[in-house]
């Protein structure tokens, strides 16, 4: 099972050399992140009432192809790693021309917050469950411990 998102590129995305700036790839990005939350019946909203919020802690993107003006852009969401009680995660996400060729991998490090007290949480067994173990595997997942998440 892979989920993708197609979207078009648009002309607040482009930078003064008529190519896509490079925010723009984390934002369509996150945008797909989100959306497969929303698909799965999660919207931020939803989130947001239960006291949870998604946080980045590292982020990381690589760039292959221009994209340009009115492109239609495929974002796939991969999880790529995570702790066994899925408190920290990494997604990888490939951003493909309509042609199948990469233009951008993004690669992100993230963590659950209680938003309320503001500290790092496992996610509740009920997101567990209707969504995050229906995240397409990447085909090199691999569990890994905490420690895999101390970066400094």
Not at 28 to 40: C, T, V
């Amino acid at each position: 099972m892979s989920y993708k998102k197609e979207v078009e590129v648009i002309w607040a995305d482009m930078d003064p050399n008529q190519h896509m700036r490079h925010t723009s790839y984390s934002q369509y990005a996150a945008h797909a992140r989100i959306s497969f939350f929303n698909e799965m019946g999660y919207p931020l909203t939803k989130l947001a009432q239960m006291g949870l919020g998604a946080v980045l802690l590292r982020e990381q993107s690589t760039y292959v192809r221009e994209l340009h003006m009115h492109e239609k852009i495929i974002i796939s969401v991969e999880l790529l790693k995570s702790t066994e009680d899925y408190s920290r995660y990494t997604i990888v996400q490939t951003i493909s021309k309509e042609n199948g060729k990469t233009a951008a991998k993004v690669i992100i490090d993230g963590t659950w917050i209680d938003m309320q007290s503001r500290k790092a949480i496992q996610p509740l067994s009920e997101l567990i469950e209707a969504v995050i173990n229906k995240l397409p595997l990447h085909k090199d997942f691999e569990w890994v411990g905490q420690e895999y998440y101390r970066f400094l």
